[in-house]
T-cell receptor, first 110, second 113 residues
Framework: DAKTTQPTSMDCAEGRAANLPCNHS???????VYWYRQIHSQGPQYIIH???NNETNEMASLIITEDRKSSTLILPHATLRDTAVYYC???????????FGQGTRLTINP | DAGVTQSPTHLIKTRGQHVTLRCSPI?????VSWYQQVLGQGPQFIFQ???????GRGNFPDRFSARQFPNYSSELNVNALLLGDSALYLC????????????FGSGTRLTVV
């Protein structure tokens, strides 16, 4: 399993874009980048995933570098409800389990 | 549509006791996976079941066991509880057992005293 590296914590002002980085320099060609978040005392929530192209959905955008060794999750207009631990996970398409690291604790400040 | 439901939401057990946690997957999902999340850490994979068969097992002792029923619901059993088993136990369901489509429940908070 490719290893990911994320900052331990980040702060962002409400209404601004939150940019969460993730390094995955050992990623293989068939591994996807997944992002989940976990709000306090709840189960992890799927946000977005991608292989090599940038992806966008109603929650966030995922920017993957051309060499695929790093990615950035962007929450375009952060709200207080986006305060959570964000996990970047690298997995092959047919993987049967997720391997979570420590994640980034994102705090949105009013 | 109901999401993944887990019961109970909280429980307290004494060291040495046995506990059973339950999970009902999203309708139509045939796979259930169990994760343990100790305070301050990310979730750790325990088991996956698909079509009532065990398809994967994490690095947990034999005190941990699980099963999946014909209606695809699942139970996680832990025997001879230790203080270190105190954690949030998460269940995730998916249509085919692959991580794409994973949906987690809110978990069962187990405290061992």
């Amino acid at each position: 399993d490719a290893k990911t590296t994320q900052p331990t914590s980040m702060d962002c002002a409400e209404g601004r874009a939150a940019n969460l980085p993730c390094n995955h320099s050992t990623i293989s060609g068939n591994e996807y980048v997944y992002w989940y978040r976990q709000i306090h005392s709840q189960g992890p929530q799927y946000i977005i995933h991608g292989l090599k192209n940038n992806e966008t959905n109603e929650m966030a955008s995922l920017i993957i570098t051309e060499d695929r060794k790093s990615s950035t999750l962007i929450l375009p207009h952060a709200t207080l409800r986006d305060t959570a631990v964000y996990y970047c996970i690298v997995r092959v398409a047919g993987a049967q389990k997720l391997v979570f690291g420590q994640g980034t604790r994102l705090t949105i400040n009013p | 549509d109901a999401g993944v439901t887990q019961s109970p939401t909280h429980l307290i057990k004494t060291r040495g006791q046995h506990v059973t946690l339950r999970c009902s997957p999203i309708s139509g999902h045939k796979s259930v996976s169990w994760y343990q999340q100790v305070l301050g850490q990310g979730p750790q994979f325990i088991f996956q079941y698909y079509e009532k068969e065990e398809r994967g097992r994490g690095n947990f002792p034999d005190r941990f066991s699980a099963r999946q029923f014909p209606n695809y619901s699942s139970e996680l059993n832990v025997n001879a509880l230790l203080l270190g088993d105190s954690a949030l136990y998460l269940c995730a369901s998916s249509p085919t057992g692959q991580v794409y489509g994973y949906t987690f429940g809110s978990g069962t908070r187990l405290t061992v005293v």
